[in-house]
Structures are given as C-alpha cells and as structure tokens.
C-alpha cells in the first residue's frame, strides 16, 4: 500500500505564490508517476500537472502553463508544486496522486493512490 500526503497549501493573494509539497510512502519505489489535481467549489476535479518519473517527462494543463511547474525527487518519492502568479480561479482543493503502472496522465481514474487535499485560496 502506498500513502500519500500533501501540505503547502494556504491562503495568498492574487498574483502570489505557493509551493505544495507530496510525500509518497510504504511501497511508493513501484510508483511510475505521479500528479497533481485540482478541485474547485461546484466543480470537478481537473488535472494540473504531471511528472513521469522515467526520464523526467512532464505535463501541464493549459490553464496553468507558464506559471505551475512540477519537479520531484524519485528517490524521496515526493513531488513539489510550485505555484506562481495565482488568480482567484486557482483556488481549489490541491490532490496528489501516484501511478503505479505507465498509463495517461492527465485522467484521474488511471492514479492508484490519493491524497486528502490541501486547500489553496487564492483572494483578489
């Protein structure tokens, strides 16, 4: 079983920055991939960004290009995060996934193992 907890989130102004923080454990080496997912009030969960950890490949929803970047360590199973020029719309609920084997990234039932959140508020 793997556990995976995220923290960083809080609350900041438009145009701030925040850095997340996920930590996979327990038998987290099998881990292929993990990403990042958002979920606003009356909304559904989206994908944010991803990070396969063979080669490093990564990948952005479009609404977060330019400003989110995912980087991790594989060794210490933990992926980062860091959010920058926030907007109001960001404001969500941040979960962290892992991918136990090679498959699509940017869906959600193709992750194995979730976090519990941490919200981000984002205020204008």
């Known amino acids: 079983q793997v556990q995976v907890v995220e923290s960083g989130g809080g609350l900041v102004q438009a145009g701030g920055s925040l850095r997340l923080s996920c930590a996979a454990s327990?038998?987290?080496?099998?881990?292929?991939?993990m990403g990042w997912f958002r979920q606003a009030p009356g909304k559904e969960r989206e994908f944010v960004a991803a990070?396969?950890?063979?080669?490093?490949?990564?990948y952005y929803a479009d609404s977060v290009k330019g400003r989110f970047t995912i980087s991790g360590d594989n060794a210490q199973n933990t992926v980062y995060l860091q959010m920058n020029s926030l907007q109001p719309e960001d404001t969500a609920v941040y979960y962290c996934?892992?991918?136990?084997?090679?498959?699509?990234?940017?869906?959600?039932?193709?992750?194995?193992?979730w976090g519990q959140g941490t919200q981000v508020t984002v205020s204008s």
């Open positions: 327990g038998r987290a080496s099998s881990n292929t991939a």
């Open positions: 990070l396969r950890w063979s080669g490093g490949s990564t």
């Open positions: 996934a892992a991918q136990r084997m090679p498959r699509i990234l940017v869906s959600q039932g193709a992750y194995d193992y």
